[in-house]
């Protein structure tokens, strides 16, 4: 069995690594202060389900859930790409994540966003935060056509609406979203 302090040095690795691949400015202490920043600003020291929509490779979540955060996680992603990157990303995240012996607590769902909200009322999953980080203008795209941006606007809230609906009755929805 792993220590904390082992697990985090692990994990601090494989984001450093992934970063560099992706060219993107990330460390485990980007999602660790963005976590805390969380807490200090809820007061809430730890959530028994945290759910990610649009989580990529899932950094956010597993550093959530290793470090005690989150008792488990799921990352909601559609991971469509035409050549297969996003979902390879995922699966080098759940060999990192069995490593960690965290298979248990963290898992992914490969679908869109609405697909998940249609499959999630059936089976009605209460998390204790969902969390969209920089994610909504993915879902819902920037037009240049103003009745397209209002339709898509309309239907954001409509869904964020129906997230809701996925909370515990304590829960909270966190979006961040950054230009």
Same mark, same amino acid.
């Given at each position: 069995?792993?220590?904390?302090?082992?697990?985090?040095?692990?994990?601090?690795?494989? /984001?450093?690594?992934?970063?560099?691949?992706?060219?993107?400015? /990330?460390? @485990?202490?980007?999602?660790? +202060?963005?976590?805390?920043?969380? +807490?200090? %600003?809820?007061?809430?020291?730890?959530? +028994?389900?945290?759910?990610?929509?649009?989580?990529?490779?899932?950094?956010?979540?597993?550093?959530?859930?290793? %470090?005690?955060?989150?008792?488990?996680?799921?990352?909601?992603?559609?991971?469509?790409?035409?050549? $297969?990157?996003?979902?390879?990303?995922?699966?080098?995240?759940?060999?990192? /994540? !069995?490593? @960690?012996? @965290?298979?248990?607590?963290?898992?992914f769902r490969i679908c869109t966003f609405t697909a998940f909200l249609e499959n999630a009322f059936s089976k009605t999953e209460k998390f204790d935060?969902?969390?969209? +980080?920089?994610?909504? !203008? !993915?879902?819902?795209?920037?037009?240049?056509?103003?009745?397209?941006?209002?339709?898509?606007?309309?239907?954001? /809230?409509?869904?964020? !609406?129906?997230?809701?609906?996925? @909370?515990?009755?304590? $829960?909270?929805?966190?979006?961040?979203?950054?230009?």
């Amino acid at each position: 069995m792993m220590t904390n302090d082992q697990i985090m040095r692990v994990l601090g690795e494989v /984001i450093k690594e992934w970063a560099q691949e992706k060219k993107a400015f /990330i460390t @485990l202490s980007t999602y660790i +202060r963005e976590i805390e920043g969380w +807490r200090k %600003l809820t007061g809430a020291s730890q959530v +028994r389900r945290m759910l990610e929509i649009g989580s990529g490779a899932g950094w956010f979540l597993v550093t959530a859930v290793a %470090l005690g955060f989150a008792q488990e996680g799921a990352g909601v992603y559609p991971a469509f790409s035409e050549d $297969g990157t996003a979902i390879e990303e995922i699966r080098n995240t759940e060999t990192v /994540i !069995h490593k @960690l012996n @965290l298979g248990k607590r963290v898992c992914f769902r490969i679908c869109t966003f609405t697909a998940f909200l249609e499959n999630a009322f059936s089976k009605t999953e209460k998390f204790d935060l969902i969390v969209f +980080r920089n994610t909504l !203008h !993915h879902v819902y795209p920037h037009s240049k056509e103003t009745q397209i941006n209002q339709e898509r606007v309309s239907k954001c /809230i409509k869904d964020l !609406h129906s997230t809701s609906n996925l @909370l515990s009755d304590s $829960g909270y929805i966190y979006a961040m979203e950054t230009i």
